[in-house]
C-alpha cells in the first residue's frame, strides 16, 4: 500500500524567499505524481504533474522533480509571495490496477509580507 | 471549460438523514473519481467511475454510501443514515485519462450533527 510523506508539516517564510516542499512516497512503481495547492475550506488547484519517466517539470516559478527510485519529489518555489500561502499537497499515481490518488497530510505555507 | 462543479458546497444534516451531492465533470472528461477529506488531513479515495462503470471502490465506502453515475455524465454520492464521523469535504474531480492530470471541485462540505 502506497505511503505518502511531506515534510515539513508547516513553513512560514519572508516574502522573496526561495523554497523547497518535500514529499516522500514507499513504492516507487509510479506512473506519475501530481502536485496541488489547497486554499482553506477550498478544492485542489493541480499546479504540476510529472511522469515518472521525467526528472523535472516547470510552470512558471514553480519546479517540480521526482526521483523515482529513491521514492522522492520536491517542489521548489521561487521569490515567493504572500499568495502562495496554501496547503502544498503531492499524490502519486501507482496505477497497477488501482486509478487512486494517495495523498500526503500536506505542508502548510505561509509566506509573510 | 468551466471546470469541475460540485454542488451544494455545503450541507448540515441531523445525525440519521440521508443526504445526497453532485458533481458534474469536466464535459470531455469521462473519468470521474469521488474523495473524502478531513480537518488536517489529505484527501481519501472513495471511488472511480470511467464513463457510467463503476470501476472501484474504497473500504472506506461502507454500505451505506452509493454512488452512481448515469450516463456517464454527473456523479451523484448518497450518505445513508449519516453520522457524525461522516462529517468532512467531499470532493470529486475528473480526468482525460487514468494517467492525466485530475482536475478538482470545489467540494462538499458536510457537517452531521
Known amino acids: 500500500k502506497q505511503e505518502v510523506t511531506q515534510i515539513p508539516a508547516a513553513l512560514s517564510v519572508p516574502e522573496g524567499e526561495n523554497l523547497v516542499l518535500n514529499c516522500s512516497f514507499t513504492d516507487s512503481a509510479i506512473y506519475n505524481l501530481q502536485w496541488f495547492r489547497q486554499d482553506p475550506g477550498k478544492g485542489l488547484t493541480s499546479l504540476l504533474l510529472i511522469q515518472s519517466s521525467q526528472r523535472e517539470q516547470t510552470s512558471g516559478r514553480l519546479n517540480a522533480s521526482l526521483d523515482k527510485s529513491s521514492g522522492r519529489s520536491t517542489l521548489y518555489i521561487a521569490a515567493s509571495q504572500p499568495g502562495d500561502s496554501a496547503t502544498y499537497l503531492c499524490a502519486p499515481y501507482s496505477g497497477a490496477g488501482s486509478y487512486q490518488l494517495t495523498f500526503g497530510k500536506g505542508t502548510k505555507l505561509s509566506v509573510i509580507p | 471549460d468551466t471546470g469541475v462543479s460540485q454542488d451544494p458546497r455545503h450541507k448540515i444534516t441531523k445525525r440519521g438523514q440521508n443526504v445526497t451531492f453532485r458533481c458534474d465533470p469536466i464535459s470531455e472528461h469521462n473519468r470521474l473519481y469521488w474523495y473524502r477529506q478531513t480537518l488536517g488531513q489529505g484527501p481519501e479515495f472513495l471511488t472511480y467511475?470511467?464513463?457510467?462503470?463503476?470501476?472501484?471502490k474504497s473500504r472506506l465506502l461502507s454500505d451505506r454510501f452509493s454512488a452512481e453515475r448515469p450516463k456517464g455524465s454527473f456523479s451523484t454520492l448518497e450518505i445513508q443514515r449519516t453520522e457524525q464521523g461522516d462529517s468532512a469535504m467531499y470532493l470529486c474531480?475528473?480526468?482525460?485519462?487514468?494517467?492525466?492530470?485530475?482536475?478538482f471541485g470545489p467540494g462538499t462540505r458536510l457537517t452531521v450533527l
Open positions: 474531480a475528473s480526468s482525460l485519462s487514468v494517467t492525466d492530470t485530475q482536475y
Open positions: 467511475f470511467q464513463n457510467e462503470a463503476q470501476l472501484e
